[in-house]
């Protein structure tokens, strides 16, 4: 009912930037809220950052002043620029959006399929 595809992940040298994409497509009524989780091997999936339909947004410690969450309303897309990048960062980064589908009015949370980061020299 809601694809998200997520796009813009790949290697990249400690102190160097990527931005990510995520396009929300199919049958939306509305979306509440779009964020980005990460994840690694033997931890659990961690909130990164996240931006309401009104346009607040939230942090992990770890990322702020470094990563920036934005939001293109009207192309359903959220970006997540990551500026500064740390070793620690490399993870597997997934899109998330807490949407309203068209079809069934069911609000309910979507996932994207992820994009590996990776930051290593």
């Known amino acids: 009912q809601v694809q998200l595809v997520e796009s813009g992940g790949g290697l990249v040298q400690p102190g160097g930037s990527l931005r990510l994409s995520c396009a929300a497509s199919g049958s939306i009524f509305s979306i509440h809220a779009m964020a980005w989780y990460r994840q690694t091997p033997g931890k659990q999936r961690e909130l990164v950052a996240g931006?309401?339909?009104?346009?607040?947004?939230n942090y992990a410690d770890s990322v702020k002043g470094r990563f920036t969450i934005s939001r293109d309303s009207a192309k359903n897309t959220v970006y997540l620029q990551m500026n500064s990048l740390k070793p620690e960062d490399t993870a597997v980064y997934s899109c998330?959006?807490?949407?309203?589908?068209?079809?069934?009015?069911?609000?309910?949370?979507?996932w994207g399929q992820g994009t590996q980061v990776t930051v290593s020299s």
């Open positions: 998330n959006a807490d949407a309203r589908s068209g079809i069934s009015l069911v609000r309910s949370n979507y």
């Open positions: 931006i309401t339909s009104g346009g607040s947004t």
